[in-house]
């Protein structure tokens, strides 16, 4: 079976959803040293060919993975890190630098990756890697730059979906003594924030595997007992807070029942007193002019401040988890030089019924990425045969750069006005320069919303 071929430098492949025998070490070895178009496409020439020139040239590279959801874009990023640690294992000094590249993998993704419909193992958060090398062309070290998790998966997640791997995982694979600790049963059906279905209880015993896994990644990267506890009691603290029971007094105002043992629990595991946790999921304090004035809050906006305080204190984890990383990879031999190899994996392009601000951002990232690749493979090749005269039959394309003009053109798109009133984004679409854009609509079925064609799809 082909799975992959080229399109110029550029790497085309598919997900064949099914293991083949084609990344095994004998492959490593076919793709090791040999030119570009030697043999068959694969992602270790890619790998290959980067390093090469990293080391052959001494200019820095930069490999950039796109696609829709669920078409094999992380597991590429690791093939690609796995071909660099295997063909320099004979250099000096790499097995730690390696190990900790490869361990970052399984440890982000049980924190930022989760089931979702099109995928069991979807990125829900954006990655660059610098992977840093020394005059030998050995791996120093790393650093690895995260944007745009998914903080909303925290608190809802999609029928059919999962949230992070990491609260099924903790629940399936702690052990009795750690769940006690935590306060946690290991029934993930007692928690709000995580759903369940019978497929999903099914995979308790290779959630409970990863668990493992994880905690053997931590230790990689050297963090502590005492900070893998810590991590893992922040992730409890999310899954208690979402069961912390908001109910409306006489007055209208949400209050905290007094005996709710979850409060208790999150203010034990978050280290802070329980009686500012209640105060501060159910009443917001204004300061104006050195007045401090609290003002209770009715029961929706209550559930709106639990579920926002949960969303945070997973980002502030995950972003802890990130730093944590690359202070383990950062390189500490004084030869390391600025050499590197970039590696970018984001979210795949996703259409859903219906989309939120996040996914549009996201849908976003895609564009621009698509734009480059028409700059680079498509546009800049035909306007050179345009140049020395050559004869050639024209490829026709989609350019979506009017997409990505119709978002973020100076004054005038949708950046813009969405800075104008967050509140009524389809009604400031509605009445704007934007109706000149042929590929922004307003769907006569659905009011409060607007739809945009972009290059794979239209989005709601």
Not at 55 to 80: D, M, P, Y
Not at 161 to 189: C, K, M, S, T, V
Request: hydrophobic letters at 40%.
């Amino acid at each position: 079976m082909c799975a992959q071929t080229y399109i110029g430098n550029v790497l085309v492949s598919v997900n064949p959803y099914k293991n083949l025998p084609i990344y095994t070490p004998e492959k490593i070895k076919q793709y090791y040293k040999k030119a570009f178009f030697e043999a068959t496409p694969h992602i270790f020439a890619i790998a290959d060919n980067a390093y090469r020139s990293l080391v052959n040239e001494h200019r820095e590279q930069c490999i950039l993975i796109s696609g829709e959801s669920g078409s094999g874009k992380t597991e590429a990023s690791k093939k690609v890190l796995e071909y660099i640690a295997a063909t320099t294992s004979h250099l000096r000094n790499v097995e730690s630098v390696k190990d900790k590249l490869l361990q970052s993998n399984p440890l982000l993704e049980a924190f930022g990756n989760a089931k979702t419909h099109r995928n069991d193992n979807s990125s829900r958060f954006g990655k660059y890697m610098d992977v840093q090398f020394n005059f030998e062309g050995a791996p120093e070290g790393g650093h690895i730059l995260n944007y745009l998790l998914e903080k909303s998966r925290v608190v809802s997640q999609m029928p059919g979906e999962r949230n992070f791997h990491i609260f099924y995982q903790l629940l399936a694979g702690g052990d009795a003594d750690l769940l006690r600790r935590l306060r946690l049963e290991n029934r993930p059906e007692t928690y709000k924030y995580v759903t369940t279905t019978d497929r999903q209880l099914s995979q308790r015993n290779s959630d409970a595997e990863q668990f493992a896994v994880v905690r053997e990644a931590m230790r990689t990267i050297e963090m502590g007992v005492e900070e893998q506890e810590e991590a893992l009691a922040i992730v409890a603290s999310v899954l208690h807070l979402g069961n912390v029971q908001l109910l409306a007094n006489d007055r209208g105002y949400a209050e905290i029942l007094t005996h709710d043992a979850n409060a208790r629990h999150v203010a034990e595991l978050l280290k802070v007193k329980e009686e500012q946790l209640r105060a501060a999921l159910t009443s917001r304090t204004i300061e104006a002019r050195g007045d401090v004035v609290g003002t209770p809050l009715d029961l929706a906006q209550a559930q709106y401040a639990r579920d926002a305080l949960a969303k945070a204190v997973y980002d502030r984890l995950f972003s802890w988890l990130v730093s944590k990383l690359n202070t383990s990879l950062a390189p500490r031999s004084r030869d390391a030089r600025d050499s590197v190899i970039g590696i970018l994996d984001i979210y795949g392009f996703e259409i859903f019924p219906k989309n939120s601000f996040e996914q549009f951002c996201i849908n976003f990232c895609n564009e621009k990425l698509q734009q480059l690749f028409i700059q680079l493979t498509l546009k800049q090749e035909q306007e050179e045969y345009l140049r020395e005269g050559i004869e050639w039959e024209p490829v026709e394309y989609f350019n979506n750069i009017v997409i990505c003009d119709m978002i973020e053109a100076k004054h005038k798109a949708m950046s813009s006005i969405f800075m104008l009133d967050l509140f009524d984004i389809p009604g400031k679409l509605h009445f704007n320069p934007l109706k000149r854009f042929p590929s922004c609509e307003r769907p006569l079925q659905a009011e409060g919303s607007l739809r945009t064609r972009r290059y794979i799809h239209a989005q709601s």
